[in-house]
């Protein structure tokens, strides 16, 4: 069985910080991709960020420059830095992590909350 966890959600004021984390236990066998991706109440899910397992990463337009992802293999874990947050980045933000056999593993998710 695969658990995957999110942590670090909170509220925010624009223009302020927050650090999630993410991380995977149980059988995998090899992960290759980690990830992020975010809904905002009456949306549909959205990509936000993935980093490779050599630490290679993509963003969504909308988050480049202000969100930085990294990942920790020893620990399987996967980290949102986000920066200079927006009332728009407001979502529930959802952990990825791909195996090697292309199975996709989701966490719960974790609220983001960025008002003043």
């Known amino acids: 069985q695969v658990h995957v966890v999110e942590s670090g959600g909170g509220l925010v004021q624009p223009g302020g910080s927050l650090r999630l984390s993410c991380v995977a236990s149980?059988?995998?066998?090899?992960?290759?991709?980690m990830g992020w991706y975010r809904q905002a109440l009456g949306k549909q899910r959205e990509f936000v960020a993935t980093v490779t397992t050599a630490g290679s990463t993509d963003y969504a337009d909308s988050v480049k420059g202000r969100f930085t992802a990294s990942r920790d293999n020893a620990k399987r874990t996967v980290y949102l830095q986000m920066n200079n947050l927006r009332p728009e980045d407001t979502a529930k933000y959802f952990c990825t992590v791909r195996s090697w056999s292309s199975e996709d593993f989701w966490g719960q998710g974790t609220q983001v909350t960025v008002s003043s």
């Open positions: 149980g059988t995998i066998f090899g992960i290759s991709t």
